[in-house]
T-cell receptor, first 114, second 114 residues
């Protein structure tokens, strides 16, 4: 459930560094995972997804790693840029229904310093 | 790509009045639409899932009589916040799904009840 009163985790990096954002999920039945980027006042923007039959997937400058054993998901952003500054959420679909409801993680605030 | 249009982007209303938020899929037919609520610096919380032509399924703790959801066509879902109060002030986001095409999010609606 929601952690009332807790602030979102934050990650500050310098431009050009690599960023790693982590997410723990709770539902072992989840079979589809998505990373989203959300800028202030906007809706979530799709970054990359991965299914439970994979443990790694790469996109442009981003890589998602999935460890089902410990129910952990990570997003790696290479050569982070100021435009990457945003809140990042992982989301899981517990399966049963293709593209059924998503459960979002708490989010991480990424700040990239020029 | 798939586009979801959400209107209005911002709305201010007086306490006790009702507000309707629209979510339209512009270039695809959305078999399922989801409505989320997001408080400042918090994650997205699913409020309800709606399928075209049937009653919405509300998450536990969400008052269905207060948050009326209508999904009358495959391209339009509406969320009406009835008898709004200041505690209903929040960021509301819709998402549309079409089978294997994944999820597309609207840009969100900032509701302020005064």
């Amino acid at each position: 459930g929601e952690s009332v009163g807790l602030h979102l985790p934050t990650l500050s990096v310098q431009e050009g560094d690599n960023s790693i954002i982590n997410c723990a999920y709770s539902n072992s039945a989840s079979d589809y995972f998505i990373w989203y980027k959300q800028e202030s006042g906007k809706g979530p923007q799709f970054i990359i997804d991965i299914r439970s039959n994979m443990d790694k997937r790469q996109g442009q400058r981003v890589t998602v790693l999935l460890n089902k054993t410990v129910k952990h998901l990570s997003l790696q952003i290479a050569a982070t840029q100021p435009g990457d500054s945003a809140v990042y959420f992982c989301a899981e679909n517990a399966g049963g229904t293709s593209y059924g409801k998503l459960t979002f993680g708490q989010g991480t605030i990424l700040t990239v310093h020029p | 790509g798939a586009v979801v249009s959400q209107h209005p982007s911002r709305v201010i209303c007086k306490s006790g009045t009702s507000v309707k938020i629209e979510c339209r899929s512009l270039d695809f037919q959305a078999t399922t639409m989801f409505w989320y609520r997001q408080f400042p610096k918090k994650s997205l919380m699913l409020m309800a899932t709606s399928n075209e032509g049937s009653k919405a399924t509300y998450e536990q703790g969400v008052e269905k009589d207060k948050f009326l959801i209508n999904h009358a066509s495959l391209t339009l879902s509406t969320l009406t916040v009835t008898s709004a109060h200041p505690e209903d002030s929040s960021f509301y986001i819709c998402s549309a799904s079409q089978g294997t095409r994944g999820y597309t999010f609207g840009s969100g609606t900032r509701l302020t009840v005064v």
